[in-house]
């Protein structure tokens, strides 16, 4: 059983950066893709970014060019690092184990973008 925390969400002004962390608990992080997913209000839920066991990587064209994803497998974390923060990036994050062990969901981390 796996247990996924995130921390880092808060209030930052266009153009502004953010740094996501995802903590995971349980065995065979290492063995599992990670990624990260939003949802905004009253939008259904989106894929932001991937990282493969293997290190590569797979972004949202939306995102693309201003977040990236990384993971440290000893610490078992995976991190989000948002630039050039849009007001359409605004929505409660999640990150998400994928990829063989099947899906697993943390709480989720509010990101508002906003002046």
């Known amino acids: 059983q796996v247990r996924l925390v995130e921390s880092g969400g808060g209030l930052v002004q266009p153009g502004g950066s953010l740094r996501l962390s995802c903590a995971a608990s349980?065995?065979?992080?290492?063995?599992?893709?990670m990624a990260w997913y939003r949802q905004a209000p009253g939008k259904e839920r989106e894929f932001v970014a991937l990282?493969?066991?293997?290190?590569?990587?797979r972004y949202a064209d939306s995102v693309k060019g201003r977040f990236t994803i990384f993971r440290d497998n000893v610490k078992t974390t995976v991190d989000l690092q948002m630039n050039s923060l849009k007001p359409e990036d605004t929505a409660v994050y999640y990150c998400?184990?994928?990829?063989?062990?099947?899906?697993?969901w943390g709480q989720g981390t509010q990101v508002t973008v906003s002046s």
């Open positions: 349980g065995s065979d992080f290492s063995k599992n893709y």
């Open positions: 998400a184990r994928t990829f063989p062990s099947g899906p697993s």
């Open positions: 990282i493969t066991s293997g290190g590569s990587t």
